[in-house]
C-alpha cells in the first residue's frame, strides 16, 4: 500500500476501482482518503474553465470531490465510505463539458 497510508486497522485491505484501475483501500474509510492515498490528487475539472478539482473541504459542504460511483451516480468522496469492489469514475480520467466523466 502507498506510503501515504496509516498503519493497517487490523483488517486486509480490499479492492476498489478508481477509473478501472485496482486500488487498495480500508474498507469504510472514505472514498476521498482512498483516493489521496493512491495519488489521485485531482478528480474533476470545472465545466466552464476546466480548472481541476480535487478535495477542498473534506466535509461535504463544497462539492469539489464529485466522482461517479457504480450503482449510486454523482457522490461526494468525502462522504461517502469504502466498500469492498466499488467502482469510482472521477472525471481527470475522461473530462466532459459537465466535468464529470461521460
Not at 506510503?3 to 478508481?18: D, E, F, K, N, W
Not at 489521496?36 to 478535495?55: D, K, V
Not at 454523482?74 to 480520467?93: K, L
Request: net charge positive.
Amino acid at each position: 500500500m502507498s506510503t501515504l497510508r496509516i498503519a493497517s486497522p487490523g483488517q486486509p485491505p480490499v479492492t476498489i476501482y478508481v477509473d478501472g484501475i485496482p486500488v487498495d483501500a480500508w474498507e469504510g474509510e472514505t472514498v476521498a482518503a482512498a483516493l489521496i492515498a493512491a495519488g489521485h490528487s485531482i478528480l474533476r475539472f470545472t465545466p466552464r474553465l476546466r480548472q481541476p478539482r480535487g478535495i477542498f473541504c473534506g466535509m461535504g459542504i463544497c462539492y469539489d470531490c464529485v466522482v461517479v460511483l457504480s450503482g449510486a451516480g454523482a457522490v461526494r468522496a468525502c462522504m461517502t465510505r469504502v466498500r469492498p469492489n466499488i467502482r469510482i469514475e472521477t472525471g481527470a480520467a475522461r473530462p466532459g463539458k459537465s466535468g464529470r466523466p461521460e
